[in-house]
């Protein structure tokens, strides 16, 4: 009885490959006595309980068998195993499911798996399909692809290849030499990629333009978000925006500027000038500079102390200056405009001509004259100004 037990522990589970056994089609089991246990019972149980524990009526694992086994007229029944421990009641006939019947024998720890060629190192050549849980750990190569319908549990990893609709689960380094396309996944441990830099292709891709929270890409090239570099301190070395929005700017060392909000516009101001201030010229691009070429081209000059009153009487005059160009002319050779703009008088308000009496590179000196009324009075003005400009 246990000989024919233990074949039947030999084929019940299947295994497809190059070349297989003729499997037994049916088990026989016998009293006591030798005769076939007719109508007799075989109780199923969790290993070491007396929790039953289901049997199928063939290989493919979707028909199970009643619990107890019922046996035909000569003690024939066709019990197939899962792949774990069972403990193995056999009765005689007698009652309700044997319940008046005798004891034969119980079989504690029977394991189909231990005798399966899944405990053992196989090549799989074919497409297999795995419809229940099936737990790889040891030595398990498939050359054509593997399937699996439910969990699967691969402890050791290995080059993998084929397809897996469960929910496997890689606890060891597995190999996907082909590749490996998923719709979901969740990885406990850390994720290292071993692309060497070739310059083109990048060792992460994501494709989807939304955003990935927890990704926590807080620097770049060594910097920060909060602590950025400079745009355009390497190649490519300048910046293109379409849209720039400060609220300080700096050019060069020059003094930080900050927005000034106007009517429809924010203005740019770097704050109040004070004091005397440096002349405004024009570079080479003509835009405002306060460096200056040493010879100057046009230059003005407002003078408001240092004027003279002319006496009362016509055509009388008085001398002024010599007032100084804030950047010397290369010579004389420059023309000189000047203009009283503030004038006040007595009498009938005679006008007053303003012309220099001499001329330098680095300044000059004016006359004012009443006019040519010779009872024209005294005559004074609060400011000049005056324009050389040289050719």
Same mark, same amino acid.
């Given at each position: 009885?246990?000989?024919?037990?233990?074949?039947?522990?030999?084929?019940?589970? %299947?295994?497809?490959?190059?070349?297989?056994l003729t499997p037994f089609s049916k088990a026989q089991w016998f009293t006591n006595t030798g005769l076939p246990n007719a109508g007799g019972c075989l109780f199923t149980y969790v290993s070491g309980t007396t929790t039953p524990l289901a049997t199928y009526t063939d @290989?493919?694992?979707?028909?199970?068998? =009643?619990?107890? !086994?019922?046996?035909?007229?000569?003690?024939?029944?066709?019990?197939?195993?899962?792949?774990?421990? @069972?403990?193995?009641?056999?009765?005689?006939?007698?009652?309700?499911?044997?319940?008046?019947?005798?004891?034969?024998?119980?079989?504690?720890?029977?394991?189909?798996?231990?005798?399966?060629?899944?405990?053992?190192?196989?090549?799989?050549?074919?497409?297999? +399909?795995?419809?229940?849980?099936?737990?790889?750990?040891?030595?398990?190569?498939?050359?054509?692809?593997?399937?699996?319908?439910?969990?699967?549990?691969?402890?050791?990893?290995?080059?993998?290849?084929?397809?897996?609709?469960?929910?496997?689960?890689? =606890?060891?380094?597995?190999?996907?030499?082909?590749?490996?396309?998923?719709?979901? &996944?969740?990885?406990?441990? !850390?994720?290292?990629?071993?692309?060497?830099?070739?310059?083109?292709?990048? %060792?992460?891709?994501?494709?989807?333009?939304?955003?990935?929270?927890?990704?926590?890409?807080?620097?770049?090239?060594?910097?920060?978000?909060?602590?950025?570099?400079?745009?355009?301190?390497?190649?490519?070395?300048? &910046?293109?925006?379409?849209?720039?929005?400060?609220?300080?700017?700096?050019?060069?060392? #020059?003094?930080?500027?900050?927005?000034?909000?106007?009517?429809?516009?924010?203005?740019?101001?770097?704050?109040?000038? #004070? &004091?005397?201030?440096?002349?405004?010229?024009?570079?080479?691009?003509?835009?405002?500079?306060?460096?200056?070429?040493?010879?100057?081209?046009?230059?003005?000059?407002?003078?408001?102390?240092?004027?003279? +009153?002319?006496? =009362?009487? &016509?055509?009388?005059?008085?001398?002024?200056?010599?007032?100084?160009?804030?950047?010397?002319?290369?010579?004389?050779? @420059?023309?000189?405009?000047?203009?009283? +703009?503030?004038?006040?008088?007595?009498?009938?308000?005679?006008?007053v001509t303003i012309y220099w009496t001499s001329k330098s590179p680095s300044g000059f000196g004016l006359q004012m004259n009443s006019g040519s009324n010779s009872a024209a009075g005294a005559n004074s003005v609060t400011e000049i100004d005056c324009i050389g400009s040289?050719?």
């Amino acid at each position: 009885m246990k000989r024919l037990l233990s074949m039947l522990v030999l084929v019940c589970v %299947p295994a497809f490959g190059q070349v297989s056994l003729t499997p037994f089609s049916k088990a026989q089991w016998f009293t006591n006595t030798g005769l076939p246990n007719a109508g007799g019972c075989l109780f199923t149980y969790v290993s070491g309980t007396t929790t039953p524990l289901a049997t199928y009526t063939d @290989y493919t694992g979707n028909f199970t068998n =009643s619990n107890p !086994v019922i046996l035909d007229s000569a003690g024939r029944a066709d019990v197939w195993l899962l792949p774990q421990s @069972y403990t193995l009641v056999m009765y005689t006939a007698g009652g309700t499911n044997c319940s008046t019947g005798t004891l034969l024998w119980s079989e504690n720890g029977q394991n189909s798996s231990v005798t399966s060629l899944l405990a053992l190192n196989n090549t799989w050549t074919g497409t297999n +399909t795995w419809t229940n849980t099936a737990t790889f750990n040891a030595i398990t190569i498939f050359n054509a692809g593997f399937t699996a319908n439910g969990p699967a549990n691969l402890l050791l990893g290995g080059q993998l290849a084929g397809s897996f609709s469960g929910s496997p689960t890689f =606890s060891g380094m597995p190999n996907f030499a082909g590749g490996f396309n998923a719709t979901t &996944g969740t990885f406990s441990g !850390v994720i290292t990629s071993t692309v060497a830099p070739t310059g083109s292709t990048p %060792p992460f891709v994501v494709a989807s333009n939304d955003l990935v929270a927890n990704l926590n890409v807080s620097q770049l090239e060594g910097l920060t978000w909060e602590v950025p570099g400079m745009i355009g301190s390497t190649s490519p070395n300048s &910046g293109v925006f379409t849209t720039l929005q400060a609220t300080s700017l700096q050019l060069g060392s #020059s003094t930080a500027q900050t927005g000034v909000e106007g009517t429809d516009t924010n203005l740019m101001s770097a704050g109040v000038v #004070s &004091g005397a201030g440096n002349p405004l010229c024009t570079d080479a691009q003509l835009g405002a500079t306060t460096v200056c070429p040493t010879s100057a081209k046009t230059q003005g000059l407002i003078i408001t102390s240092g004027i003279c +009153t002319t006496p =009362s009487g &016509g055509e009388l005059s008085c001398t002024m200056g010599p007032f100084t160009w804030a950047t010397a002319f290369t010579d004389s050779l @420059y023309a000189l405009t000047c203009m009283a +703009t503030a004038p006040s008088g007595t009498g009938s308000h005679p006008s007053v001509t303003i012309y220099w009496t001499s001329k330098s590179p680095s300044g000059f000196g004016l006359q004012m004259n009443s006019g040519s009324n010779s009872a024209a009075g005294a005559n004074s003005v609060t400011e000049i100004d005056c324009i050389g400009s040289h050719p």
